[in-house]
């Protein structure tokens, strides 16, 4: 069956630090892989996606991810992090759909909090 | 271009009531899916709307269920609900043959 997991429910780190969300998924085809943010209360904002070709993606607001099919992750960087990234961040992987759009399947997300 | 919206923002229900949750997708977005988000827990799929007519589901029971209507909105109806029913309701929109769904603000639902 098709899941995706997220290792760290909870990162901590320093405003300018760099950052790494982990994200690994199964599924029995090539995914379509996403990011998403979610500040408290909020929906889900798309940052990045992986569909084919080149295996790093760049995204909004300074995120990049890298497909990794030999490990099976797709992991969220960013170089520099500012306070107003901490927030609840969830990796999806897309259930190919028979011609229409196919259904996410979530990680159980990771919540980044920001030191300053 | 406007969004993903949906209405209303907040609701408090009792348990066995029923409620109706209302969702508007992107312009020019022909397919709306439904996801339920509990506390601390990633969103799950609910179920999907295409051409009016519903086209995939997730683990779900029957008192779920949904509409579409000719200008792409939807609903997500809920009967009989229960106390594990209270969570954020997220809809999101997509296009046919495009796998990227964009999500709107999710309703908060509690039941009491």
């Known amino acids: 069956a098709q899941s995706v997991t997220q290792p760290d429910i909870h990162i901590t780190v320093s405003e300018g630090a760099s950052l790494e969300l982990r994200c690994n998924y199964s599924?029995?085809?090539?995914?379509?892989l996403f990011w998403y943010v979610q500040s408290p209360g909020q929906g889900l904002q798309l940052l990045l996606k992986y569909f084919s070709g080149d295996t790093l993606v760049q995204g909004i607001k300074g995120f990049e991810a890298e497909f990794k099919r030999s490990q099976s992750s797709f992991n969220l960087r960013k170089p520099s992090v500012h306070w107003s990234d901490a927030a609840e961040y969830f990796c999806?992987?897309?259930?190919?759909?028979?011609?229409?759009?196919?259904?996410?399947?979530f990680g159980q997300g990771t919540t980044l909090q920001v030191k300053p | 271009e406007t969004g993903v919206t949906q209405s209303p923002t907040h609701l408090i229900k009792t348990r066995g009531q029923q409620v109706t949750l209302r969702c508007s997708s992107q312009?020019?977005?022909?397919?709306v899916s439904w996801y339920q988000q509990a506390l601390g827990q990633g969103p799950q799929f609910i179920f999907q709307y295409y051409r009016e007519e519903e086209n995939g589901r997730g683990n779900f029971p029957p008192r779920f269920s949904g509409l579409q209507f000719p200008n792409y909105s939807s609903e997500l109806n809920v009967n009989a609900l229960e106390l594990d029913d209270s969570a954020l309701y997220l809809c999101?929109?997509?296009?046919?043959?495009?796998?990227?769904?964009?999500f709107g603000p999710g309703t908060r639902l509690l039941v009491l």
């Open positions: 999806a992987v897309g259930q190919h759909g028979s011609g229409n759009t196919g259904k996410l399947i």
């Open positions: 312009s020019g977005h022909n397919t």
């Open positions: 999101a929109s997509s296009s046919t043959g495009t796998e990227t769904q964009y």
């Open positions: 599924y029995g085809a090539t995914p379509y």
